[in-house]
């Protein structure tokens, strides 16, 4: 929880912090991996909001694809934490989608409850399989534009 409370009293609520101090901040390859993937996969620039959530007090980036949100991305020192939601609709499909994914991401998926509203998968990127992991449930819910190279 430290670094949490650094990052909000590094940037109060009268200091948005810019993408390059974020950038320096997380200071992990795979954040800018994700990055540019949701901005060529989805036209999805970071939102810089500030929450005064008693769990996750700060600075965190929203990441939109029209009006569908695709994932709130908590910051930490060395990686971020993104928030992506699986809708009660895609459960069947995000099981299937789980075959391939990492185990931490599959023991994540069975250990966070299902309600209603779906289920709000807290995923510390950590490594560029679990990377891969978000990129795959994101698809769930919106799926990328094809991008010719």
Same mark, same amino acid.
């Given at each position: 929880? %430290?670094? *949490? ?11 948005? /912090? %810019?993408?390059? &101090? ?5 200071? $992990? #390859?795979?954040?800018?991996? =994700? @990055? ?9 620039? /970071?939102?810089?909001?500030?929450? @005064?959530?008693?769990? &996750? ?18 910051? @930490? ?7 992506? %939601? ?5 459960? #069947? ?8 994914? +990492? ?7 069975? $250990? ?8 709000? =998968?807290? *995923?510390?990127? +950590?490594?560029?399989?679990? =990377? ?5 449930? =994101?698809?769930? @819910? ?6 010719? %190279?």
């Amino acid at each position: 929880m %430290s670094e *949490i409370k650094s990052w909000a009293l590094q940037f109060p609520l009268d200091w948005k /912090p %810019s993408l390059e &101090e974020v950038d320096r901040y997380v200071d $992990n #390859p795979l954040w800018l991996e =994700l @990055r540019q993937y949701l901005k060529a996969a989805y036209g999805a620039e /970071p939102q810089t909001e500030y929450s @005064r959530c008693g769990l &996750e007090p700060g600075w965190n980036l929203k990441f939109k694809k029209g009006s569908k949100s695709l994932a709130t991305v908590y910051l @930490r020192p060395g990686y971020v934490t993104a928030m992506v %939601s699986v809708a009660p609709k895609d459960e #069947p499909a995000a099981e299937g989608v789980l075959l391939t994914c +990492t185990e931490y991401t599959r023991t994540l998926y069975q $250990n966070t409850a299902s309600s209603k509203m779906g289920r709000w =998968l807290m *995923i510390d990127l +950590t490594s560029p399989g679990i =990377l891969e992991d978000v990129k795959a449930l =994101l698809a769930l @819910r919106v799926k990328p534009e094809k991008k010719e %190279s």
